[in-house]
């Protein structure tokens, strides 16, 4: 069961052990993360699950889908390169110790 960080904008950080297979989305809001709220439950629907996801870890999640992903995070207001939305990053034990840095709100 791999952990993920989340970084809040403020700093504060939160460890969570999200089974594989679960996305991060789904593993911030079944742990009360704040500042992650997937509206639309990950359907890709929203980006109101915005991370950044922490430079170390770009090679392992990849970039957002130009697609699926692009389209909503380019409507957020702090897109960057790195910027995923964290429903379409699924989780196996090769994510373990994934850090996401959360934005100051999400869109």
């Known amino acids: 069961m791999p952990q993920v960080i989340y970084v809040e904008a403020s700093g504060a950080t939160h460890t969570v052990d999200v089974p594989s297979g679960m996305s991060a989305m789904e593993g911030a809001v079944s742990n009360g993360v704040p500042g992650i709220d997937g509206d639309c439950g990950g359907k890709a629907a929203c980006a109101t699950c915005h991370v950044f996801v922490d430079s170390a870890w770009l090679d392992r999640t990849g ?31 090769a994510y373990d110790g994934l850090v996401l840095h959360l934005p100051d709100a999400q869109f």
Do not use: G, H, W
């Open 63 to 93: 970039p957002a889908d130009p697609e699926t992903e692009i389209p909503l995070l380019d409507m957020a207001d702090a897109y960057q390169p790195n910027s995923r939305l964290a429903c379409q990053i699924i989780l196996s034990d």
